[in-house]
């Protein structure tokens, strides 16, 4: 069996797999986490038909917006106990249980930008015991846009297919251009195949592009050889999506963060480096001797963080950090990145296809598809009134919990 297609293809081919045989119960668990948001559609809507045919449908996910528009009831779990349950539209417009209120209040959009999304909590209207709203407590002022740090100029990639598929030539980028400047946040939005994962592996250094120039802190960075960039590959570092994939599975905490580290310094020196980036991430010197798989996924993820802060970069591009995290982690490394991009004034290359996420967090937004940017700009004009038709159609596939529980 072939793995090298794209994420999406896989998991619509594992759907198929699973209603092959008409089964009377469909158990989905997190059928949608890390799809872009039109392909999501496209799952949620395979899905939705199967219960009209009559299936049952257990589906597991961290995603509200997507449990508002297709689940009927809704079951709230922490710690191995149900705490809340009930039909969908009562659960989520009326939650009961303070943790509840919690995931609700945390989920990231425009309204939550500047805020702390953890800190989120339900208060009641003042003269109005029905009403109430979310109260967050602000994020530290974040710096002003500095000098340009990362510049890409009109790169374009394409690949040759493999022999067997024909050879033929695929264009992945054209034309790429645009700059991150210091302590700015620039998000890359798109869908599956759209080149956001290749331009990102351009900017690291991990591919060449065909044509085109990237530049590191106003020096050549793509056209010359790793040799050429070591001196400047510290000030480029790197948040993965799945950290643990990321990590040696033979170091521990310790090991993970000390790679990144200077060398010159005294062995207890480096200690005392690694426990004060383990504690600048909500950590602390207890995790030094842990290995991967015995933390969970939002300690791994802090953990990723501390080692690409090791390096006291310049720009660190994040390819989806947050996509497989539940809605409270999420909440968490979100508020960990923008206060130390606020503290530190480091510049994020932030690629999501959480559309709230990325109006939360970042200060402008190129949209790519087709390997070409349609459409970029500041992040509440993209995001709220955007121009070209496929900014559009992407923010019309986004799952709402408001919309969601009006559709159902």
């Not at 990237?214 to 070591?230: I, K």
């Not at 970042?362 to 993209?382: M, P, S, T, Y």
Request: charged letters at 25%.
């Amino acid at each position: 069996m072939r793995i090298n297609c794209p994420v999406g293809l896989r998991q619509r081919a594992l759907i198929a797999s699973a209603i092959a045989a008409d089964p009377d119960l469909i158990i989905a668990d997190e059928p949608t986490t890390s799809l872009d948001v039109t392909v999501q559609a496209q799952v949620l809507q395979v899905l939705a038909e199967r219960i009209r045919e009559g299936a049952g449908l257990l589906l597991i996910s961290h995603d509200l917006a997507v449990v508002a528009g297709i689940a009927d009831r809704v079951i709230v779990m922490r710690d191995g106990r149900v705490v809340d349950s009930g039909p969908t539209r009562d659960v989520l417009t009326h939650p009961r249980h303070p943790y509840t209120r919690q995931l609700i209040a945390a989920v990231p959009s425009g309204r939550s930008r500047g805020s702390r999304l953890a800190s989120a909590r339900f208060e009641p209207g003042a003269g109005d015991a029905t009403a109430v709203s979310i109260v967050r407590e602000p994020l530290p002022q974040r710096q002003a846009a500095g000098e340009v740090v990362l510049e890409v100029k009109e790169i374009s990639k394409s690949f040759i297919a493999p022999k067997a598929a024909g050879r033929a030539k695929s264009v992945v980028l054209q034309d790429i251009s645009f700059d991150v400047r210091a302590a700015e946040v620039v998000g890359i939005v798109g869908e599956s195949g759209s080149g956001k994962s290749t331009c990102a592996k351009i900017v690291l250094g991990l591919l060449h592009p065909d044509d085109g120039e990237v530049t590191l802190l106003g020096e050549p960075w793509s056209s010359v050889a790793e040799a050429g960039r070591r001196r400047l590959r510290r000030k480029l570092q790197y948040i993965p999506q799945d950290a643990l994939s990321s990590f040696d599975p033979r170091y521990r905490v310790r090991n993970i963060i000390a790679e990144n580290l200077p060398g010159a310094d005294s062995r207890m020196a480096r200690l005392d480096r690694i426990v004060s980036l383990l504690e600048l991430v909500g950590l602390s010197a207890d995790h030094l001797d842990r290995v991967p798989r015995s933390l969970s996924g939002g300690q791994r993820q802090r953990v990723s963080i501390a080692r690409a802060l090791a390096a006291e970069p310049a720009i660190i591009v994040c390819d989806e950090p947050v996509s497989a995290l539940d809605i409270c982690i999420q909440a968490q490394v979100l508020d960990l990145l923008a206060e130390l991009q606020s503290r530190l004034g480091t510049a994020l290359l932030f690629i999501s296809h959480d559309l709230g996420v990325i109006e939360h967090l970042c200060d402008r937004v190129l949209v790519f598809q087709n390997g070409r940017i349609v459409e970029q700009g500041g992040a509440e004009a993209v995001l709220r009134q955007p121009q070209h038709a496929y900014t559009r159609s992407l923010l019309a596939s986004v799952p709402d919990i408001q919309r969601g529980l009006s559709a159902a």
